[in-house]
């Protein structure tokens, strides 16, 4: 299990996590919703440790972080190995193929042979439906490929949870449906998944749980089906903007 116990993270003196606290499910897919501003990718990339609380916990299995402590960069890097996160933007390495894009972390981080990375790695590609594209480099393909290399590069990490922040903010609806189909087949087979997005029908079909986030506090955290479903006017009135 996942857990955030008590924290705070402050941009330039503004607060956007607030004593903020939640456990996350392993082989569950949780969908954070929410305004624009209210803390969703802010929690992400805490999570990963990419942001530094001022103060709280974080907590994965038998590692635990307590801020505003100071943590080895080795340990640190460690734990991060346990998350592959999967970005708006791709940022996939423009000098290497897709495969290349893949088997790099397993090479260099996991220390694996080139040789098992590489068999992993076509697997991978083979799964999110670019097994043609192999070695193609990134300019060579379109928005929803580029995304769908770094959903495989994520997965070769063998992370506990993958993290996608806004995965296909950067794409027109024809090449969205592309990715959400991967993110969704990965949701069926339980892998542990967080994921955060704008897109409630897609958020609706997916998630176990959804956690609605405002002003960096917790307005909901449940089922799918509770959060759909609820009688709060604020959600009613949320889901009714953001699925009209």
């Known amino acids: 299990m996942l857990s955030l116990k008590n924290v705070n993270v402050s941009f330039d003196q503004q607060a956007v996590l607030k004593d903020f606290s939640v456990d996350f499910n392993q082989n569950q897919t949780t969908v954070i919703v929410g305004p624009s501003g209210s803390g969703k990718s802010t ?18 299995n038998q590692t635990s972080f307590t801020f505003p402590n100071h943590f080895k960069a080795s340990d640190v890097s460690r734990y991060r190995q346990n998350f592959g996160m999967v970005f708006q933007n791709f940022e996939l390495f423009p000098h290497l193929s897709a495969l290349g894009n893949v088997i790099e972390g397993p090479t260099q981080v996991l220390k694996q042979s080139k040789a098992d990375a590489t068999q992993k790695a076509t697997d991978l590609l083979n799964q999110v439906g670019l097994a043609q594209k192999t070695d193609a480099y990134p300019n060579e393909l379109s928005g929803g490929q580029q995304q769908r ?36 087949d990965l949701a069926k087979k339980r892998n542990s998944q967080i994921v955060v997005t704008h897109n409630l029908n897609f958020a609706e079909e997916i998630a176990d ?36």
């Open 43 to 60: 929690l992400l990339r805490t999570i990963n440790l990419l942001n530094y609380p001022a103060s709280g916990t974080l907590s994965l």
């Open 149 to 184: 290399v770094a959903i495989a590069r994520a997965l070769a990490m063998e992370p506990e949870f993958i993290l996608y922040d806004e995965p296909t903010s950067a794409l027109d609806p024809e090449l969205e449906g592309e990715v959400l189909k991967v993110i969704k």
């Open 209 to 244: 749980h959804i956690l609605f986030l405002e002003e960096g506090h917790v307005n909901y955290y449940g089922s799918a089906q509770g959060f759909f479903n609820s009688e709060n006017d604020r959600i009613k009135n949320f889901t009714k903007k953001m699925m009209s």
